[in-house]
């Protein structure tokens, strides 16, 4: 039969006290990184929105100019100027 003192149910104790507080934390740690990237996500997506109206806009500006825009946001490499 075994035999536990009171310093062996007190370290029991703080034991699970401790795993315990560990998976607490670990909880709402996962849920505030799952809010984060919900938030992140959200955020992401309003700003290939304005990505794609400034590059919109950017690419009207480079017409009205007389460049020769051939597709997607113009690099070196995309855009000609058309001769005048």
Known sequence: MFRFTIRDVLWLMVLAALAVSWWIDNNRI???LKTLKAEHNAKQLELDDKLEIVNQMYMEEKRRQGWH????FPLKQQTQHSPN
Do not use: A, N, R, Y
Request: charged share 30%; proline share 0%.
């Open 30 to 32: 996962e849920k505030s």
């Open 69 to 72: 825009v051939i597709q997607g």
